[in-house]
């Protein structure tokens, strides 16, 4: 069974930086892209990041370039989004989902999120 | 970056309804590569169709998805209690993936 359990989450102070982690079970993780999407209070589900199954392909929205960085460590099933910078605006339920083998494919599987909130 | 919309906003139905959900993009998406997803606020969200018409692994057949270039469609042939939730499609056939603001399927 595919399970995906993202961690990290808090309530963070504007400027300042957090790291989320999503540990994966029930299939093989290196074979996968992986992708974080969040979705902020009453408003709908927005594509953050993906990263290839290599690392050698990695994208971003706009509104994180330069500011998020994703990352994978294949050898503990794990994916990971560093973020620095952070505003009010980042605040979000984020979810770690499982791409396809290749970039251009359809998230198959979701994980619960983990709730990001920038406050002062 | 493609934009999709999504209309109605909201869809107020009864159960055994039929449900019509449409999703218009502001450039052809490549390949078809559009999907669908049910969002049950507190759930994560589940996978309905992908490649604008297949349907995932163990969706129900009363779901189905159907267009291309830039006007897609997700039809529910009779709304079962559990079909109650929000949707959204997405297109991952270009960079930045972008997923439509949602249509809400509400019970009448």
């Known amino acids: 069974e595919v399970q995906l359990v993202e961690s990290g989450g808090n309530l963070v102070q504007p400027g300042r930086s957090l790291r989320l982690s999503c540990a994966a079970s029930?299939?093989?993780?290196?074979?996968?892209?992986m992708h974080w999407v969040r979705q902020a209070p009453g408003k709908g589900l927005e594509w953050v990041s993906g990263?290839?199954?290599?690392?050698?392909?990695?994208g971003y929205a706009d509104s994180v370039k330069d500011r998020f960085t994703i990352s994978r460590d294949n050898a503990k099933n794990s994916l990971y989004l560093q973020m620095n910078s952070l505003r009010p605006e980042d605040t979000a339920l984020y979810y770690c989902?499982?791409?396809?083998?290749?970039?251009?494919?359809?998230?198959?599987?979701w994980g619960q999120g983990t709730l990001v909130t920038v406050t002062s | 970056e493609i934009v999709l919309t999504q209309s109605p906003g909201t869809l107020s139905l009864s159960p055994g309804e039929r449900a019509t959900l449409s999703c218009r993009a502001s450039?052809?998406?490549?390949?078809?590569?559009l999907a669908w997803y049910q969002h049950v606020p507190g759930q994560a969200p589940r996978l309905l169709i992908y490649?604008?018409?297949s349907r995932a692994t163990g969706i129900p057949d009363r779901f189905s998805g159907s267009g291309s270039g830039t006007h897609f469609t997700l039809t529910i042939s009779r709304l079962e209690p559990e079909d109650f939730a929000v949707y959204y499609c997405?297109?991952?056939?270009?960079?930045?993936?972008?997923f439509g603001g949602g249509t809400k399927v509400e019970i009448k």
């Open positions: 490649g604008a018409s």
């Open positions: 989902a499982k791409g396809g083998s290749s970039w251009y494919v359809h998230f198959d599987f």
């Open positions: 450039q052809s998406v490549r390949g078809s590569y």
């Open positions: 997405q297109q991952y056939g270009s960079s930045p993936l972008t």
């Open positions: 029930g299939f093989t993780f290196d074979n996968y892209a």
């Open positions: 990263i290839s199954w290599n690392s050698e392909s990695i």
